[in-house]
């Protein structure tokens, strides 16, 4: 059997293929195959409980997803394992303490983009009707800490503690400034190390309860910072969204909430490198 004899394509044939191959390559992009949007992932210093820090941070997420800066929460149980997460280089994006701030320079050479305008202090609390009014009648008692290396509200009173009022004392970290709180409340120890932003958070009666016995200088403050691999593209778009919520007065609360009102540019040499000078390194734990 003879085999059936293909038609040979018309020009009518030929000219609709081609119409219809450059009518493809023409399509809008958004019916294309995109390429996907790198999300960052954002780290921050649980300084409060794990619950309290994602209510705090999660409409900030939002606002800065909206801005073209998607980026992935992780607030870890613990300082410590925050601690790691930066010296691994995990994060994209951190809120750390000064000294952590330190830490993270130079272990992968993290870069602090914002902080707060108001300076950070460390303040050592008693209960309100606690017999201690010096540092030196805290002698061999337990003092609450929140994590070995929060710097105003650990590293600086413990060094304070040891090499200007020589007070040999039982340390006991307690996870958070909340926890830390806590101690003290329940009397489980007879003072903590906190930071004064933090120790405004909490509720009027709390607050109350508590006397301030000893309060560092001020610092500056806990910064927004980025890794090197960070493009300066998305670098500009985190500073222009985090000072459009400061600007607005509908939006502002969202920083309150993260203590962070009142957006700077923050300078490693100016605001942190001086910190190695304070000789806090023997104070540092690490794992």
Not at 55 to 68: K, R, Y
Not at 91 to 116: E, S, T
Not at 159 to 177: C, F, I, P, Q
Not at 263 to 280: C, H, K, T
Request: glycine share 4%; proline share 9%.
């Amino acid at each position: 059997m003879r085999a059936a004899l293909r038609p040979r394509p018309t020009r009518r044939h030929i000219t609709q293929a081609l119409a219809w191959l450059a009518a493809a390559a023409c399509q809008p992009t958004h019916l294309m195959a995109a390429p996907q949007r790198r999300v960052w992932r954002l780290a921050v210093v649980p300084q409060l409980t794990p619950v309290e820090m994602y209510n705090a941070w999660t409409p900030v997420v939002e606002a800065l997803a909206q801005a073209d800066v998607p980026c992935e929460l992780v607030v870890h149980p613990s300082i410590a394992r925050f601690e790691q997460e930066f010296r691994d280089g995990g994060a994209d994006i951190v809120f750390l303490n000064p000294y952590h701030m330190v830490m993270a320079r130079q272990a992968h050479g993290y870069v602090p983009l914002l902080r707060d305008a108001k300076p950070l202090e460390g303040v050592l609390v008693v209960r309100q009707d606690s017999p201690y009014t010096t540092l030196a009648q805290l002698r061999d008692q337990r003092i609450a800490f929140p994590a070995p290396n929060a710097l105003a509200a650990s590293l600086y009173i413990r060094a304070a503690l040891d090499r200007e009022h020589r007070v040999r004392h039982e340390t006991w970290y307690a996870m958070n400034h909340r926890n830390a709180i806590r101690q003290v409340l329940t009397g489980d120890a007879a003072a903590a190390g906190v930071v004064r932003t933090t120790l405004a958070l909490e509720p009027e009666s709390v607050r109350q309860s508590l006397r301030v016995l000893y309060t560092t200088p001020a610092l500056a403050p806990h910064p927004i910072a980025v890794h090197p691999r960070v493009p300066g593209a998305v670098r500009q778009r985190l500073r222009e969204a985090l000072l459009a919520m400061a600007a607005d007065p509908a939006r502002k609360p969202l920083l309150q909430a993260i203590q962070m009102p009142d957006p700077v540019p923050a300078d490693y040499e100016r605001d942190y490198a001086g910190l190695n000078r304070l000789g806090l390194n023997r104070y540092v734990v690490s794992d």
